[in-house]
């Protein structure tokens, strides 16, 4: 009896113990554990994102044994943002928390509210530890959910609700806006005061689409396994680094002839610009078939160059002007002209994408020889018929 108590136990003790972690998670949730394995969330930090990497090796707080960046990179290593908290050298470790789970499925789930700073929003986490917060409309009421069971026709029926590992809290509005993201997810200034990205949220509400409706979309599979629902929320956070494509929707092509010419129009849909991070490269590539030949035409692009008070362009951390931005806005239609005179029977195609580094700017990063991210991805692509 003593024995079956202990190890009871210890069963309870190890349940708690690796609550933290989203392996924990697995179990009941398994297609949002395979969709999380693929997402930027798991690669935030600088052992699984070279981007973050290449900049973390240059910027000064590593010389002052500061990772501030885990405030958003891997806020899920405890120890680490303890030793920030304190003040002490902070350097990110390898660890299984920096490779497997920098943002953990808890993290997220349990940040009560976001507040708003100029310089950058800051997260304000629950202090219920075993209650996580999570959205559903039919239940936008309820609150502290805990696991329950009801049988009907003498026990061969069982209704569950909630979860037999954790309360859950159907009632933060913010995770049914999008501001829960918003932590991390809508501006940064720099040293200088200058914004090196900026979602720009709230000033351009083109749609009542939010963060979460565009980026994690109601998708085929049932979000937990006891549950027999039809869709879930997208887990891998869709956007340049993951299904860029399921955003193509948010981006309308037109066309456009002249006598001597004709111009492509980019309409975004979207409540922010198209492409944000500093070393994205938009690039737009048109073609015109005659004959069964294609002729390519100069490609356009897209960009934010930041500088310094020089007018030199710079790191996002030394800039202190925007030199250029020509990235397509919010609810902007752009239209981009072409002389080339078309004929009857000419087919044009269009094609709009990006690099996650800009080639020109891999170089002084390291990052020249990663093709994976400096090479032209499509994000959306149409063909036009002249008549």
């Known amino acids: 009896m003593i024995k079956s108590v202990v190890v009871l136990c210890m069963s309870v003790i190890t349940l708690f113990a690796i609550s933290n972690s989203s392996q924990a998670c697995k179990s009941c949730h398994a297609t949002i554990y395979k969709e999380f394995q693929n997402s930027p969330h798991l690669k935030a930090s600088i052992y699984n994102d070279a981007i973050h990497k290449a900049i973390w090796d240059k910027h000064p707080y590593k010389a002052k044994g500061k990772y501030k960046c885990a405030k958003c990179h891997t806020p899920s290593d405890l120890k680490l ?56 409309v039919n239940q936008k009421d309820n609150s502290d959910v805990e696991y329950k069971e009801k049988s009907s026709w003498f026990g061969l ?7 037999p590992y954790h309360n859950i809290d159907f009632t933060n509005k913010n995770f049914y806006s999008g501001k829960t993201c918003t932590g991390c997810h809508s501006h940064k200034q720099n040293s200088h005061k200058l914004a090196v990205c900026d979602m720009e ?38 956007g340049v680094a993951n299904k860029p494509q399921m955003l193509s929707k948010f981006v309308e092509f037109g066309f456009e002839k002249s006598s001597n010419g004709f111009k492509i129009i980019i309409k975004n849909s979207a409540n922010h610009s198209l492409l944000l991070h500093p070393l994205r490269l938009g690039e737009l590539q048109v073609s015109v078939i005659r004959d069964n030949k294609e002729e390519k035409l100069k490609n356009v692009h897209f960009i934010r160059v930041l500088a310094d008070a020089n007018g030199t362009a710079t790191m996002p951390w030394l800039a202190t002007q925007v030199l250029k931005d020509n990235h397509i806005k919010a ?8 002389k080339y005179a078309l004929k009857s029977g000419d087919a044009i195609e269009v094609k709009l994408g990006h690099y996650t580094v800009n080639p020109k700017v891999a170089p002084k990063l390291g990052l020249e020889n990663r093709k994976d991210l400096t090479t032209f991805k499509i994000f959306k692509e149409q063909r036009f018929e002249v008549k």
Do not use: W
Not at 118 to 133: A, C, F, G, H, R
């Open 201 to 238: 949220i709230g000033k351009h509400n083109i749609t009542k689409e939010t963060c979460i409706s565009c980026h994690m979309p109601q998708v085929q599979g049932s979000f937990v396994k006891s549950k027999d629902a039809k869709t879930h929320a997208y887990h891998g956070f869709i």
């Open 331 to 338: 609810g902007e239609s752009r239209k981009i002209e072409f």
């Open 81 to 136: 943002m303890d030793k920030l908290k304190k003040g002490e050298e902070a350097l990110p470790q390898k660890n299984s928390i920096q490779t497997n789970e920098p943002i953990s499925c808890k993290y997220c789930h349990q940040i009560k509210d976001v507040a708003i700073h100029q310089k950058v929003n800051e997260n304000i986490m629950s202090d219920k530890p075993k209650t996580l917060y999570s959205a559903r």
């Open 157 to 163: 029926i069982k209704e569950t609700t909630g979860s």
